[in-house]
C-alpha cells in the first residue's frame, strides 16, 4: 500500500464515510463504490499535496529567518517569491476544504447510495382497426379545407 499523506479533512471524512482514510482509498476501487467517495478522495489527494507544499514553504521561511542565520544570505526577492507561492498554495487549499465540505453536506448519506432503479416499461396491447381514409400524399403535409 502507498504511503497516506494526512489532511486537515481527513477527521471529517472519517466521520461520514465512517472508516480511515486508507481503507476508504481501498473502497473507492471497488465495484460498490460511490461516487461521491471518488470525488471526496481525489479532492482529498488535491488538498493534501497543496497542505504539503504550504508546510515546505512555511518551513523554508522559518529556514530563512532563523535567528542564528547570517543576515547577510537574506533576500527580500526571495522572500517575496516564497510569500507569492504560499499565499497561492494556501488559496489552493482553501479551495479543496471548501469543495470537500460542500461535497459533503449536499451528497446522500452513505448508506444511501445510487442505487439502479428498475422500471417497468409499459406496452400497448390494444390494436387500431385498420384505416379507411387515404394516406395523404406526403407525410406532414397540410391538407386543404374543402368548402
Do not use: N
Request: no cysteine; aromatic share 4%; net charge neutral.
Amino acid at each position: 500500500m502507498s504511503r497516506v499523506i494526512a489532511s486537515t479533512m481527513d477527521a471529517d471524512l472519517q466521520k461520514i464515510f465512517r472508516k480511515p482514510v486508507p481503507e476508504l482509498y481501498e473502497a473507492a476501487v471497488g465495484p460498490d463504490a460511490s461516487p461521491a467517495l471518488a470525488r471526496a478522495l481525489e479532492l482529498r489527494s488535491f488538498l493534501a499535496l497543496t497542505e504539503e507544499q504550504v508546510a515546505r514553504v512555511r518551513d523554508r521561511v522559518r529556514a530563512d529567518m532563523d535567528p542564528d542565520r547570517d543576515m547577510g544570505e537574506l533576500s527580500a526577492d526571495k522572500l517575496r517569491f516564497d510569500a507569492q507561492w504560499l499565499e497561492a498554495a494556501l488559496d489552493a487549499r482553501d479551495g479543496y476544504r471548501a469543495a470537500i465540505g460542500e461535497l459533503l453536506r449536499t451528497m446522500p448519506p452513505p448508506d444511501q447510495q445510487a442505487r439502479p432503479v428498475r422500471t417497468t416499461q409499459l406496452r400497448a396491447t390494444a390494436s387500431l382497426p385498420p384505416s379507411t381514409a387515404p394516406a395523404p400524399q406526403r407525410a406532414g403535409a397540410a391538407q386543404a379545407r374543402r368548402p
